[in-house]
């Protein structure tokens, strides 16, 4: 059964925004760290950013200044506005949630998964 679910994802121009979300059931949605990464086909996956339950947030540099996470508890909801698009954000993006890890930014620490939306952006 799925815990994350993402919704959101599409095709822009550059320059362009979009907003991504990700529902999860309570439990995931307690976890102490949100995140969403990316991974553009031949590539690694990448960290794009995250948030504490306490509202702590961390960036990739590629991505400071242009993207904005947040979560929503109330709604077990987290996002992603993502604004400046450029080509190089292509991706499918995925939101992750996990109770510890050292290095936030990185996914092998996460435990659960979405099973991503994809974002395509022309230049």
């Known amino acids: 059964q799925a815990r994350l679910v993402e919704f959101g994802g599409g095709s822009v121009q550059a320059g362009g925004s979009l907003s991504l979300s990700c529902l999860g059931n309570?439990?995931?949605?307690?976890?102490?760290?949100l995140g969403w990464f990316r991974q553009a086909p031949g590539k690694e996956r990448e960290g794009v950013a995250t948030?504490?339950?306490?509202?702590?947030?961390e960036y990739t540099d590629s991505v400071k200044g242009r993207f904005t996470i947040s979560r929503d508890s109330a709604v077990n909801t987290l996002y992603l506005q993502m604004n400046s698009l450029k080509p190089e954000d292509t991706a499918m993006y995925f939101c992750?949630?996990?109770?510890?890890?050292?290095?936030?930014?990185?996914?092998?620490?996460?435990?659960?998964w979405g099973q991503g939306t994809q974002v395509t952006v022309s230049s």
């Open positions: 992750a949630a996990t109770d510890y890890t050292p290095t936030p930014l990185e996914g092998d620490g996460y435990s659960d």
């Open positions: 309570g439990g995931t949605f307690s976890m102490y760290y």
């Open positions: 948030i504490t339950k306490y509202g702590a947030t």
